[in-house]
């Protein structure tokens, strides 16, 4: 008894509760700064995808635009009709002889100062294992390999049916790699941990080998050259960006031209008629079925294994077809990229397909007024139809047989009919490539990537068990941790691009099947800077990436932004509430992002939680301006539509030479200005071209292009401007303005 | 006015991760949830929120020790939110406070941590740590060349990020 004896007892006891006390407080803190870290990773994955489906939406629009103006545009002249069906189609080099003599490598020398690889025929595991050298020292393959690379390859798909069957049995351990998108380093680092292909080591590449990353073509070179090594261990699934409409926007079109300048255009032709033979699916020991993007509740095994698949060139769509415009009628917000008038316009070039079925869509004739009569004249015979066109246009009589000339069989618009192919066929290769899962039941259409659909857990029971399957694996999205499990552990998504948005921002994986079935995944992170950063440095420096492309596109609305923030304003303070700055951003952007969470990163300066608008846009365009030297009253103009009328510019450039003819200049911008409602008369676009090509050279270079777009657009709007300041002063109320 | 303004606050955090846009997240998620809203609690003051206010959404195995399973509607969560948000619960800590936190852990009191000091007390005491949290708190934390925690400098460098 006494305090000498229980004091340090009780200072001990005393001393564990403080401790016990400052770990938990300590832990709480960490926890939420963790927490908050995980929020902002959140977001700017958020960001990330947002900004990539809209882009997708875009290309899909960009189509849209495209057919509904070749619909609704008469050309006055044949040559204008030609140009337009040459402008969606190109000719099939069906006929081997053909063939051979376009994509000609035989005659391609290859110079002494060529220090690449050499490859010989046939291929020697050692000439595989050579290019992965090769590309690794950045050394690139001349384009007489390229080219009979790419014949080989294509003579070994021809004979793959398109349901390629494996066997454990026979190889042991399978690895399936998801996206590579031109990530070569990726591709190194898995050959590296996972070892080469070769005859005990099975690899199954699961799509998207192409676009975006800048070594696209290398890692097809690789990925073929294997496979005509290793048929038997060696396997390829098609993805949706293994189709040159989507290699014109997503770069690996960009790509070939730019490392085969004499050669590229070649090239891209035999890739065409390569990619069309690569098979749609695998399936592993009948239990394991992989496809690039999943499934639908149509999906049909047996009819996709009968189905001719080189005859589908592209599952991008050309024209709209009814049931999209449904969906644009159903109020889903989509602006349309350019205003799409409702005003007359001449009748449209006449197809020639009386026998074909009614698909008709894209036999508009005469005025349009809306898309409810368009819809409505698809269900009319095509007979009727080509009558009235005729009529319309003061033909008395048919005169079908003189338009043959100007209309080849193949250029009509509708992909099926081009392709020959049926429209139930070409969907179930669609869905097959571009689907994604979903958490709830159902199937419906993929309305974010405009193709494909999204299929819910009782679709894929329904497959698993209509055909004995234990699981399905696909890939076609990014995931964080590289893979994703869903639908109860019965669909494995697998991606193998690291640092896809940016360093830091995912892991890659793959994934090994043994003779059990049981999937084994192996991460990765091709990337060696970023083992060194903590995890709150990744997550930083990631965000800055996502938070940088998402001002770019503020910046890009601005004048729309401007408007929906004086909408807020009506007392005219320029000052607006945080929440209804929120508001505002969604209302014109459109993302779906939670802006309430990413406000303080991108409205820095607020007074009494108010912001004064107009110098947050001034601030947005000082950090864009500082790019560029342009008028920054149509910059954002300009960089909105970057990446579409790059698009355009490379689809009109058939023969992608970098260049556009003053004809082919012309014509396009007919169709633009008949639907941007500007007036220009024939000699005011020849005066236009001609001072656009600034160096004189009688061609226009994209750069030339995107000028003339800008002072178009220029003009157009300074009418408009004009328009409302006139209205202005016979109105008090403010309505949404221009740009000054 | 306020009020709403929190009340879509919440929502737009809650959004993030409602994965399958049903208005529902995975419990697992909450504590993320609330505490990227500025709140700090404790992982026991988490449990009993989720508990009390929330256990008729949550499946009923919630036994001391064990993972909660289970989803969170929005509807239940919103009101919760709102009132701990109003009545200013779980506020974040004072840098001083935490700073004196560590120095009780430092008996030296010689201005840093062992790495195993620190280890030791977060994986222990307290609510302990899994070994990714160590694993990750220790990899900003901790100076390779000395083994150690400078404590002083490593909050101020954490401070600034926060801000």
Same mark, same amino acid.
């Given at each position: 008894?006494?305090?000498?004896?229980?004091?340090?007892?009780?200072?001990?006891?005393?001393?564990?509760?403080?401790?016990?006390?400052?770990?938990?407080?300590?832990?709480?803190?960490?926890?939420?700064?963790?927490?908050?870290?995980?929020?902002?990773?959140?977001?700017?994955?958020?960001?990330?995808?947002?900004?990539?489906?809209?882009?997708?939406?875009?290309?899909?629009?960009?189509?849209?635009?495209?057919?509904?103006?070749?619909?609704?545009?008469?050309?006055?002249?044949?040559?204008?009709?030609?140009?337009?069906?040459?402008?969606?189609?190109?000719?099939?080099?069906?006929?081997?002889?053909?063939?051979?003599?376009?994509?000609?490598?035989?005659?391609?020398?290859?110079?002494?100062?060529?220090?690449?690889?050499?490859?010989?025929?046939?291929?020697?595991?050692?000439?595989?294992?050579?290019?992965?050298?090769?590309?690794?020292?950045?050394?690139?393959?001349?384009?007489?390999?390229?080219?009979?690379?790419?014949?080989?390859?294509?003579?070994?798909?021809?004979?793959?049916?398109?349901?390629?069957?494996?066997?454990?049995?026979?190889?042991?351990?399978?690895?399936?790699?998801?996206?590579?998108?031109?990530?070569?380093?990726?591709?190194?680092?898995?050959?590296?941990?996972?070892?080469?292909?070769?005859?005990?080591?099975?690899?199954?590449?699961?799509?998207?080998?192409?676009?975006?990353?800048?070594?696209?073509?290398?890692?097809?070179?690789?990925?073929?050259?294997?496979?005509?090594?290793?048929?038997?261990?060696?396997?390829?699934?098609?993805?949706?960006?293994?189709?040159?409409?989507?290699?014109?926007?997503?770069?690996?079109?960009?790509?070939?031209?730019?490392?085969?300048?004499?050669?590229?255009?070649?090239?891209?032709?035999?890739?065409?008629?390569?990619?069309?033979?690569?098979?749609?699916?695998?399936?592993?020991?009948?239990?394991?079925?992989?496809?690039?993007?999943?499934?639908?509740?149509?999906?049909?095994?047996?009819?996709?294994?009968?189905?001719?698949?080189?005859?589908?060139?592209?599952?991008?769509?050309?024209?709209?077809?009814?049931?999209?415009?449904?969906?644009?009628?159903?109020?889903?917000?989509?602006?349309?990229?350019?205003?799409?008038?409702?005003?007359?316009?001449?009748?449209?070039?006449?197809?020639?397909?009386?026998?074909?079925?009614?698909?008709?869509?894209?036999?508009?004739?005469?005025?349009?007024?809306?898309?409810?009569?368009?819809?409505?004249?698809?269900?009319?015979?095509?007979?009727?139809?080509?009558?009235?066109?005729?009529?319309?246009?003061?033909?008395?009589?048919?005169?079908?047989?003189?338009?043959?000339?100007?209309?080849?069989?193949?250029?009509?618009?509708?992909?099926?009919?081009?392709?020959?192919?049926?429209?139930?066929?070409?969907?179930?290769?669609?869905?097959?490539?571009?689907?994604?899962?979903?958490?709830?039941?159902?199937?419906?259409?993929?309305?974010?990537?405009?193709?494909?659909?999204?299929?819910?857990?009782?679709?894929?029971?329904?497959?698993?068990?209509?055909?004995?399957?234990?699981?399905?694996?696909?890939?076609?999205?990014?995931?964080?941790?590289?893979?994703?499990?869903?639908?109860?552990?019965?669909?494995?998504?697998?991606?193998?691009?690291?640092?896809?948005?940016?360093?830091?921002?995912?892991?890659?994986?793959?994934?090994?099947?043994?003779?059990?079935?049981?999937?084994?995944?192996?991460?990765?992170?091709?990337?060696?800077?970023?083992?060194?950063?903590?995890?709150?440095?990744?997550?930083?420096?990631?965000?800055?990436?996502?938070?940088?492309?998402?001002?770019?596109?503020?910046?890009?609305?601005?004048?729309?932004?401007?408007?929906?923030?004086?909408?807020?304003?009506?007392?005219?303070?320029?000052?607006?509430?945080?929440?209804?700055?929120?508001?505002?951003?969604?209302?014109?952007?459109?993302?779906?992002?939670?802006?309430?969470?990413?406000?303080?990163?991108?409205?820095?300066?607020?007074?009494?939680?108010?912001?004064?608008?107009?110098?947050?846009?001034?601030?947005?365009?000082?950090?864009?301006?500082?790019?560029?030297?342009?008028?920054?009253?149509?910059?954002?103009?300009?960089?909105?539509?970057?990446?579409?009328?790059?698009?355009?510019?490379?689809?009109?450039?058939?023969?992608?030479?970098?260049?556009?003819?003053?004809?082919?200049?012309?014509?396009?911008?007919?169709?633009?200005?008949?639907?941007?409602?500007?007036?220009?008369?024939?000699?005011?676009?020849?005066?236009?071209?001609?001072?656009?090509?600034?160096?004189?050279?009688?061609?226009?270079?994209?750069?030339?292009?995107?000028?003339?777009?800008?002072?178009?657009?220029?003009?157009?709007?300074?009418?408009?401007?004009?328009?409302?300041?006139?209205?202005?002063?016979?109105?008090?109320?403010?309505?949404?303005?221009?740009?000054? | 006015?306020?009020?709403?303004?929190?009340?879509?606050?919440?929502?737009?955090?809650?959004?993030?991760?409602?994965?399958?846009?049903?208005?529902?997240?995975?419990?697992?998620?909450?504590?993320?949830?609330?505490?990227?809203?500025?709140?700090?609690?404790?992982?026991?003051?988490?449990?009993?929120?989720?508990?009390?206010? +929330?256990?008729?959404?949550?499946?009923?195995?919630? @036994?001391?020790?064990?993972?909660?399973?289970?989803?969170?509607?929005?509807?239940?969560?919103?009101?919760?939110?709102?009132? @701990?948000?109003?009545?200013?619960?779980?506020?974040?800590?004072?840098?001083?406070?935490?700073?004196?936190?560590?120095?009780? +852990?430092?008996?030296?009191?010689?201005?840093?941590?062992?790495?195993?000091? +620190?280890?030791?007390?977060?994986?222990?005491?307290?609510?302990?740590?899994?070994?990714?949290?160590?694993?990750?708190?220790?990899?900003?934390?901790?100076?390779?060349?000395?083994?150690?925690?400078?404590?002083?400098?490593?909050?101020?460098?954490? @401070?600034?990020?926060?801000?």
């Amino acid at each position: 008894m006494g305090s000498g004896s229980s004091t340090p007892h009780h200072f001990v006891l005393q001393k564990a509760e403080s401790a016990f006390k400052a770990a938990v407080l300590i832990q709480r803190w960490y926890r939420r700064y963790i927490a908050r870290l995980e929020m902002r990773r959140r977001c700017t994955w958020s960001i990330f995808q947002s900004i990539e489906y809209a882009g997708q939406q875009d290309q899909v629009k960009l189509h849209d635009f495209f057919s509904y103006l070749v619909d609704h545009f008469t050309p006055s002249s044949h040559n204008e009709r030609s140009f337009l069906s040459c402008m969606f189609t190109e000719k099939r080099l069906l006929k081997d002889p053909e063939m051979e003599k376009y994509c000609d490598y035989e005659s391609i020398e290859v110079p002494d100062c060529y220090t690449g690889p050499h490859l010989s025929f046939p291929l020697l595991p050692d000439h595989a294992t050579a290019l992965v050298e090769a590309f690794k020292q950045k050394k690139q393959l001349h384009a007489r390999y390229v080219l009979n690379i790419l014949h080989e390859a294509r003579s070994h798909l021809m004979q793959l049916p398109n349901i390629n069957r494996l066997s454990t049995g026979y190889s042991e351990e399978i690895t399936v790699c998801g996206d590579l998108h031109g990530q070569l380093d990726d591709l190194i680092f898995i050959f590296y941990k996972n070892g080469l292909p070769s005859p005990e080591r099975s690899y199954v590449f699961n799509g998207d080998f192409v676009d975006r990353g800048k070594d696209s073509i290398e890692i097809l070179m690789i990925l073929f050259a294997f496979m005509l090594v290793y048929p038997k261990e060696f396997h390829l699934n098609r993805g949706n960006h293994e189709d040159h409409i989507v290699n014109l926007r997503y770069g690996f079109t960009k790509e070939v031209m730019h490392k085969y300048k004499v050669n590229g255009k070649k090239i891209l032709k035999m890739l065409q008629e390569v990619f069309c033979w690569l098979p749609l699916a695998t399936l592993i020991d009948g239990k394991v079925l992989i496809t690039h993007g999943g499934i639908s509740d149509k999906t049909n095994l047996e009819l996709l294994e009968k189905l001719e698949r080189h005859k589908i060139i592209s599952t991008m769509k050309y024209t709209k077809k009814p049931e999209k415009e449904k969906l644009v009628e159903e109020g889903r917000s989509s602006s349309p990229w350019f205003p799409l008038k409702s005003r007359s316009v001449p009748s449209s070039p006449l197809r020639l397909s009386p026998q074909k079925g009614s698909r008709s869509a894209s036999i508009p004739c005469s005025f349009i007024p809306n898309r409810k009569e368009i819809s409505k004249r698809v269900r009319k015979s095509v007979q009727l139809e080509l009558e009235k066109c005729w009529q319309q246009v003061g033909f008395s009589e048919f005169k079908i047989q003189e338009e043959l000339p100007f209309f080849p069989p193949e250029s009509e618009l509708d992909p099926c009919d081009l392709q020959g192919v049926d429209y139930e066929e070409w969907k179930q290769v669609a869905d097959i490539l571009w689907s994604d899962p979903m958490p709830q039941e159902g199937c419906k259409a993929n309305t974010v990537r405009g193709e494909g659909c999204y299929f819910g857990p009782n679709v894929t029971e329904q497959m698993l068990q209509k055909h004995s399957l234990q699981f399905l694996i696909r890939s076609h999205e990014c995931k964080p941790e590289g893979y994703e499990f869903c639908h109860n552990r019965k669909v494995l998504t697998i991606f193998s691009a690291s640092n896809y948005y940016e360093v830091g921002s995912n892991r890659g994986a793959y994934v090994k099947l043994g003779r059990d079935l049981i999937p084994h995944i192996v991460q990765y992170q091709a990337n060696k800077a970023t083992h060194t950063l903590t995890m709150r440095q990744r997550i930083s420096r990631v965000e800055e990436s996502a938070l940088r492309a998402l001002r770019e596109k503020l910046f890009a609305h601005s004048s729309s932004l401007l408007g929906a923030f004086k909408s807020y304003d009506l007392d005219g303070t320029n000052f607006i509430t945080l929440s209804d700055w929120s508001a505002a951003v969604e209302s014109v952007l459109h993302l779906g992002l939670p802006w309430r969470v990413l406000r303080p990163q991108l409205v820095t300066h607020t007074t009494n939680n108010m912001l004064e608008y107009t110098s947050w846009l001034d601030d947005l365009a000082k950090e864009q301006l500082s790019h560029e030297n342009i008028q920054s009253s149509l910059l954002e103009v300009l960089y909105r539509n970057r990446s579409n009328l790059e698009t355009i510019f490379r689809i009109i450039d058939s023969d992608h030479s970098g260049l556009i003819s003053f004809d082919e200049f012309r014509q396009i911008w007919k169709l633009f200005s008949s639907h941007m409602n500007i007036d220009i008369s024939d000699e005011s676009i020849c005066d236009l071209a001609r001072s656009i090509d600034f160096n004189k050279d009688g061609n226009i270079d994209i750069n030339e292009f995107l000028e003339a777009f800008r002072l178009v657009e220029q003009s157009y709007l300074e009418d408009k401007d004009l328009e409302l300041k006139n209205s202005e002063t016979s109105h008090s109320s403010c309505s949404s303005h221009g740009i000054h | 006015m306020r009020l709403q303004e929190i009340q879509k606050k919440i929502k737009d955090a809650f959004e993030v991760f409602d994965h399958e846009s049903n208005d529902t997240v995975d419990v697992r998620e909450i504590g993320t949830i609330i505490r990227s809203l500025g709140c700090c609690p404790s992982e026991g003051e988490l449990h009993d929120l989720i508990a009390e206010d +929330l256990l008729s959404q949550v499946s009923s195995r919630m @036994v001391e020790e064990e993972e909660p399973t289970g989803y969170i509607r929005l509807e239940k969560f919103l009101p919760m939110m709102v009132k @701990v948000l109003l009545e200013r619960r779980y506020r974040p800590i004072p840098e001083d406070l935490l700073l004196q936190a560590f120095e009780v +852990l430092d008996s030296a009191k010689e201005g840093f941590l062992t790495k195993e000091e +620190l280890v030791k007390y977060m994986t222990e005491e307290g609510e302990p740590f899994t070994q990714e949290e160590m694993e990750e708190m220790l990899s900003a934390a901790l100076d390779p060349e000395t083994n150690t925690i400078q404590y002083r400098d490593y909050l101020a460098m954490m @401070v600034i990020d926060e801000n």
